[in-house]
């Protein structure tokens, strides 16, 4: 029940229909029995500033920050976490006495996901297909915790691949390869682990796969960033060469995991959170 004392979280963003975030966290305060409610609010580009102004003015907990709003909320917020001032990217904010403070909990959400199926990514050879928002958190996230890091993308934009390793290496002292995608072939007879982190695959259009299914058997673990749908045909393709997947439903899960824990400074309610998810996600295909 909402009372006067309810604490209140929310989620900007354009669309936010399909979003499984409020689905997800009210379920998880319902489950700890915390007297917080969320809601989705969607926001346009123009509206962006006086939106995060009501937010404040409200003096909401916190919110989540989706597409479009992930860098262009940065001069909005008060203080950034440092892993945002690298990854320059936003998807979680914190009402902190009144201070606005800003997180990414993609990177971690991908990181923990990762140890959650007893992967750890030091010293490992891993291949990132794509260079846009969630191969920048990702690949950081990897090179931070000691990944040998190839980036592959198209050909037009292999500038941005370059940024990224540009960007890595301003941190960490390790060599990052960055490759065009019509080199994958040959890249993953040396890989462990190979990170989708384009968005083919995704509903609609869930029909393709940025893998070739033959060349998939040499890799022993395949992440798929993408979980609309949670199977994607490369995850499906890679179980059926016995390759070890993860599915991009364990990052979504995780990140908000981490952003609820932020929020509320409990431990989130993981198989509840992933039970919602997986609900509307079911709903969705059928
Ligand atoms: P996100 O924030 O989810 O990472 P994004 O920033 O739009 O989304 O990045 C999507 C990534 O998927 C990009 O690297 C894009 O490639 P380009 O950088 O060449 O645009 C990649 N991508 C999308 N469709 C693709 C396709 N058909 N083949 C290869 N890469 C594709």
Redesign the pocket.
Known sequence: MISGNTKICALIGDPVAHSMSPAMHNAAFKKLGLDYAYLPFLVKPEHLAKAVEGLRALNISGFNVTIPHKIAILPLLDILDPLVQKIGAVNTVVNIDGKLVGYNTDAGGFYQALLQHGIKPENKRITVL??????RAISYILAKNGARLTIL??K??LA?AENIAALIKKDFDIIVKVLE?DRLAAELQNADILVN????GMSPHSEKS?VPAEILHNIPVIVDVVYNPVETRLLKEAKAAGVKTVSGLDMLVWQGALAFEKWTGQKAPLETMKREAEKMLEAHEN
């Open positions: 794509g260079a846009g928002g969630a191969s993308n198209r037009e934009q941005k995608l982190a384009t968005s083919v940025i």
